[in-house]
């Protein structure tokens, strides 16, 4: 028989919580919370403590791509479900522009399916495109996909037809499932490979301009306000776009956003070098971009942080900096990429982003540590340093070699656990 699992002299983050703030022992049994306390006895239980660490509600990425069905060798499911759950999540929304793509109930099923098979302790939930095929023509099947387990819909790209995305947010709204639509008006400056601003000028390259981003957030907002129903911008990237989402939020309409690790890191100067790393979309934008990022973060204006998780291999990326693809990999390093670039966010508020922040957005149930509550638990230490590991199947990652402040010693998931080395 496994031993049961008891966590000693952990520190709570928990917002919301009945436990948050206090340091505790916790035991589980079954993958139940089944006594919380202090000075708890061993009883042949696994024991997990490490001096200085914290636990909390297991987090969840708001969306990440693990090319499965179609471009396995670039990473596959099974290894981007032990990527997260190496990077403490327990949840994971799984992006729908696959080959094919996730326009039916049956590729919903398949996502679900397989990833029940791998027994990670990370769960894949996955997103349903908004269009047959991710053409932006005509509605996919919400309403099956919704009843299959779908927890939003979403083509990977902006939704391009006023017609389509008001359809979308009509139809969705009786049951508040979430549309994502890209902020980004693609024909401003097509063939745009990076921000539009100096860097880009001294570069030679075609950059796409703020503008791209405001103009297009404008129009879905104004699009929101006559339909009803609820939009989430899947990656904010401009001082302009926090702006319009904070006066959207003022009038009351239902509009969420995120942002990424690497756009709360990385600026446009960083791609000096021409390393293709750093070619994302949307791009990476100026110092004062990133600045107004990291206080709308701290002030709720962005709601969660995704990793936007995009791994490439070595053939795919290991090539001139004007055949990059766009994306970078790293679900494993979030929470410490996160902390080390913005080290004077308030951890409960970090935390919250990544992890029943991403609920919310997806009308998920919350988590939290409580008695006779499922285990699922993210056990870390934000002090500790961190070199990010090589889990993921992409080469892509920015952080690779780096040390970051921020660690992630296990995640719990009822009866599977994960334990970083």
């Not at 089944?34 to 024991?47: F, H, V, Y």
């Not at 080390?340 to 935390?351: F, G």
Request: hydrophobic share 35%; net charge negative.
């Amino acid at each position: 028989m496994e031993p049961h699992i008891l966590i000693k002299n952990v520190r709570v983050v928990d917002t919301g919580g009945s436990f948050n703030g206090k340091k505790i022992d916790l035991r589980i049994k079954k993958g139940v919370i089944t006594e919380i306390g202090t000075d708890l006895e061993n009883k042949s239980a696994l024991i997990l403590d490490k001096k200085g660490s914290y636990i909390s509600p297991g987090w969840m990425d708001g969306q990440a791509h693990f090319r499965d069905p179609g471009l396995e060798l670039k990473e596959g499911l099974e290894r981007g479900l032990h990527a997260c759950a190496a990077g403490g999540f327990t949840d994971v929304a799984v992006l729908p522009s696959t080959t094919p793509p996730v326009d039916n109930k049956s590729a919903v099923s398949y996502l679900l399916t397989r990833g029940a098979e791998y027994n990670t302790p990370c769960d894949p939930h996955p997103l349903g495109c908004v269009s047959e095929g991710r053409q932006g023509k005509q509605l996919a099947e919400l309403y099956d996909m919704s009843n299959a387990g779908a927890i939003g819909f979403y083509d990977d790209k902006p939704i391009d037809r006023v017609g389509l995305l008001k359809m979308a947010l009509e139809y969705l709204s009786p049951s508040g499932d979430v549309v994502l639509s890209d902020a980004n008006e693609e024909d401003l400056n097509p063939g745009a490979s990076m921000h539009e601003g100096e860097t880009s000028t001294a570069l030679g390259l075609t950059g796409s301009p703020s503008e791209s981003e405001t103009i297009r957030l404008q129009r879905d907002i104004e699009i929101l306000s006559y339909t009803g129903g609820r939009l989430h911008i899947p990656v904010v990237s401009t001082q302009g776009a926090v702006k319009l989402i904070k006066q959207a939020k003022k009038r009351g309409l239902a509009i969420t956003a995120s942002t990424t690790p690497h756009h709360l890191t990385f600026i446009d100067e960083d791609l000096l070098s021409f390393d293709g790393t750093f070619r994302v979309n949307p791009p990476l934008r100026s110092k004062s971009d990133r600045k107004a990022l990291r206080t709308a973060l701290a002030e709720g204006v962005i709601n969660s942080v995704v990793s936007d998780h995009r791994p490439e291999s070595i053939e795919s990326h290991d090539v001139e900096f004007a055949l990059s693809p766009n994306g970078i990999s790293g679900i494993e390093s979030v929470f410490a990429a996160l902390h080390t670039a913005c080290p004077d966010l308030d951890l409960a508020r970090l935390v919250d982003s990544i992890s029943n922040a991403t609920r919310r957005i997806y009308q998920l149930p919350e988590l939290h540590i409580e008695l006779n509550a499922p285990a699922k638990i993210t056990w870390f230490s934000p002090k500790q340093k961190f070199l990010s590991p090589e889990i993921s199947g992409g080469v892509n990652n920015p952080w690779k070699n780096q040390e970051l402040n921020g660690v992630v010693y296990g995640t719990i998931n009822g009866e599977r656990i994960h334990l970083n080395a």
